[in-house]
């Protein structure tokens, strides 16, 4: 069927405005061609007519524009007119820009981990690796390696407890069971002279997995993750990686059979002593066939790692007689052994999916330490300074954004909705692109977002990177329409409380894809729609 028979078709059914606005925006160029342009397109348009909107910012049936019915939903949500900041952008088909105090710069959260992890795939390189090399000053004699061992780290962001031990199983392979030495820790590969930025959470865990900062010596995420299981025997306790700094006190009753308990139900309490160990007491009733687990960080990153590395070797059956220290690498040392991360992609992917606060500091410290200029010493300094140069190379306007730590762990963290879209634009035309969006969670699908809009007709839809924090709520990435428009999306809630500023921001997403603000060259006005 020809569009212009189309038309006829969509005014005597009334077929669906969805419908009838792809048709319309696929016709265009075919009608132009025909000279048949004006009065097909008219026809379509007052087929369309519920949502083809007029220059004085009302639909032609008077219904209120796509962005002024979003900031009254989210003023009666919220209760406050000013709570709300959003920007979409169309990207590849028809649409009309949406705005919504657009230039308010808000306290984002998460989803300024975007910025610094597509910053990354540009400024390093999607392939760009970290190595840890492992050194020695002495010489080997029989199964003893007469020296210290060195560990020289280089600022990887995912130095797990498998690929540490997987590495320093080559030890045992060489005939090494005693190392006469110190074991030495160089985290020098980043230089941080003025600090990190401390962030008060007011939650009433210090020890969270997403409260740990970036270091040079760390390892494994600098964490433990107890697990505690009940059978006939009663319970068992045990923690990975098992610390000898590190003792449980297992207070866990086993109960009869029945359905397993949430974590919640647990009390995980350590208790610090004068020798640095610490014991960590657990509380609470377990079904016989359940268990419960928790991911803690108790230690600082230097004993940290260096317990972690001294338990690994132990259960190879490799001694180490000397102190665990921080040093420097000296130059006449020789390497023994190295290990090299995932590529950058890989990283990013963990990063966005599942919004790693640390391993984002990390990565800022890193494009940082690899484009320090010789006056600085602070990368976390330098790391900010290259992704603002970054930015504006592009045209990105970057007054009032503030970057702080990468991640958006921070009070201080600022970037506005149209700063945001303007980078998601940027980032849709990278040549990095697909690696950038296949780290973002999937709408309803994993990730931050798998348990959000189920049930919506949205699955797979979307690539949205999600923000949280004490009165914050966010959301930044990618959703189709149903006429397989791509719209870059930002929304952020700043208000207290900002609860209910989720489903705001669902109710944006959603609306997105059903109800999109499709304009014509009949509606469009050049500037899009916009609420001040």
């Known amino acids: 069927m020809s569009p212009v028979m189309f038309a006829s078709t969509i005014l005597r059914f009334r077929q669906p405005v969805s419908r009838c606005l792809h048709v319309l925006s696929q016709a265009r160029g ?7 342009f004006t009065a097909a397109t008219v026809s379509l348009a007052m087929a369309c007519s519920p949502l083809v909107m007029a220059d004085d910012g009302t639909t032609k049936s008077g219904n209120r524009t796509w962005s002024n019915q979003v900031r009254d939903y989210a003023v009666k949500s919220l209760n406050n007119e000013d709570a709300l900041s959003m920007a979409a952008i169309p990207l590849n088909g028809p649409g009309i820009d949406q705005y919504i105090n657009a230039d308010a710069l808000m306290s984002p959260g998460s989803i300024m981990k ?12 999607p392939t760009h690796h970290w190595n840890t090399d492992f050194y020695t000053d002495g010489q080997l004699a029989g199964n003893t390696l007469e020296g210290n061992f060195y560990v020289k780290f280089g600022g990887d962001p ?41 962030f008060d959470d007011n939650g009433d ?17 600098n964490l433990i993750h107890f697990q505690v299981r009940a059978d006939e025997r009663g319970t ?15 207070r866990v009753t086993a109960t009869v059979e029945g359905p397993c308990p949430s974590r919640r139900g647990f009390t995980w309490e350590p208790v610090f002593h004068a020798d640095q160990r610490v014991t960590v007491r657990v509380t609470g009733e377990l079904p016989q066939g359940c268990r419960t687990t928790a991911y803690l960080s108790l230690l600082p990153h230097e004993q940290y790692t260096a317990s972690l590395i001294r338990s690994l070797l132990s259960e190879m059956g490799i001694s180490v007689a000397g102190d665990g220290v921080t040093g420097t690498t000296p130059d006449d040392v020789r390497l023994m052994l190295r290990t090299t991360s995932p590529d950058l992609v890989t990283m990013v992917r963990d990063i966005n999916k599942w919004s790693s606060n640390v391993m984002a500091r990390q990565l800022l410290l890193t494009i940082g330490a690899e484009n320090r200029q010789e006056d600085e010493h602070d990368d976390r300094v330098a790391g900010i300074r290259m992704i603002y140069e970054w930015l504006e190379s592009k045209g990105v306007n970057t007054a009032g ?22 980078i998601l634009q940027h980032a849709w035309n990278s040549r990095f692109s697909a690696d950038l969006m296949a780290s973002m969670p999937l709408i309803a699908m994993d990730g931050t977002m798998a348990r959000r809009l189920r049930n919506a007709g949205m699955d797979g839809l979307g690539r949205i990177k999600t923000g949280y924090l004490e009165n914050v709520r966010s959301i930044a990435g990618y959703t189709r329409d149903e006429s397989d428009t791509t719209w870059a999306v930002v929304g952020m809630v700043n208000t207290d409380p900002a609860w209910n500023g989720q489903a705001v921001l669902d109710r944006i997403l959603y609306s997105l894809h059903h109800q999109p603000p499709v304009g014509t060259t009949l509606s469009q006005a050049s500037g899009g729609s916009e609420v001040r």
């Not at 045990?238 to 700094?245: E, F, G, H």
């Open 401 to 422: 954004m503030v970057i702080d730590n990468g991640a958006g762990l921070t009070r201080h963290g600022r970037i506005s909705a149209r700063q945001g879209a303007q």
């Open 30 to 36: 075919e009608l132009r061609a025909q000279n048949a």
């Open 158 to 198: 995912k130095l797990t407890l498998e690929r540490l031990w997987s590495t320093l199983r080559e030890l045992r392979g060489m005939g090494i069971t005693t190392i006469n030495g110190d074991l030495v820790l160089d985290g020098n590969y980043f230089e941080i002279a003025g600090g990190l930025p401390r």
């Open 114 to 125: 975007l910025v610094t992890t597509y910053a990354a795939l540009e400024i390093l390189g």
């Open 236 to 250: 068992q306790a045990w923690s990975a990686p098992a610390l000898n700094d590190v003792v449980i006190d297992n």
């Open 205 to 221: 865990n210090p020890y969270a997995p997403f409260l740990v900062e970036p270091s040079g010596v760390l390892t494994n995420l």
